[in-house]
T-cell receptor, first 114, second 112 residues
């Protein structure tokens, strides 16, 4: 069964450092998402991406965050200067169809900022 | 924007009993309501979904009901088994590229 893959599974970084989280969405999917889950809390929307541009973003997704699809397969989330409160599980998700398709989630990348 | 409330936050049931998790949503334009199961250390997995043109949907031991007038929807798991133990999230979404908004989750424990 096709799946969304994410790397790394866990990253530990110092406050102020840049972090890049990588995702490979399902190959025929067109819509890509990043969500965040702080430990024990709900899954929160960060950003959606379609046709090589951001289509929607939440207030969490400030200037410190950026997304990119550098090639035909990878979808990355960059945090420029990490803060303690960025520590969370970051989930990538993809969807084939806009209104009818299921959102498939990856297993997540746990980011720990010290 | 959309706001999804989910209750209870934790639920313990005996194996074989039923479990019910309830959610409410705020945006009457929302038309897609999935339920996700999240096991420890894993990403959310879709278990069932319902659209606003349907009032109830069933898949084996899992059923979901939707009341559009009251803006609430529920997940029902019958004949619970220990492997049903996980965190369950409800979510709601409007049309177009509006994002999926999640509830806070329910930690279900099925006691053997």
């Amino acid at each position: 069964e096709p799946e969304v893959t994410q790397t790394p599974s866990h990253q530990v970084t110092q406050m102020g450092q840049e972090v890049i989280l990588r995702c490979v969405p399902i190959s025929n999917h067109l819509y890509f998402y990043w969500y965040r889950q702080i430990l024990g809390q709900k899954v929160e929307f960060l950003v959606s991406f379609y046709n090589n541009e951001i289509s929607e973003k939440s207030e969490i997704f400030d200037d410190q965050f950026s997304v990119e699809r550098p090639d035909g397969s990878n979808f990355t989330l960059k945090i420029r200067s990490t803060k303690l409160e960025d520590s969370a599980m970051y989930f990538c998700a993809s969807r084939e169809l806009l209104n009818t398709g299921e959102l498939f989630f990856g297993e997540g990348s746990r980011l720990t900022v010290l | 924007g959309e706001n999804v409330e989910q209750h209870p936050s934790t639920l313990s049931v005996q194996e074989g009993d039923s479990a019910v998790i309830k959610c409410t949503y705020s945006d009457s334009a929302s038309n897609y309501f999935p339920w996700y199961k999240q096991e420890l250390g894993k990403g959310p997995q879709l278990i069932i979904d319902i659209r606003s043109n349907v009032g109830e949907k069933k898949d084996q031991r899992i059923a979901v009901t939707l009341n559009k007038t009251a803006k609430h929807f529920s997940l029902h798991i019958t004949e619970t088994q220990p492997e049903d133990s996980a965190v369950y999230f409800c979510a709601a979404k409007g049309s177009g590229n509006t994002p999926l908004v999640f509830g806070k989750g329910t930690r279900l424990s099925v006691i053997a």
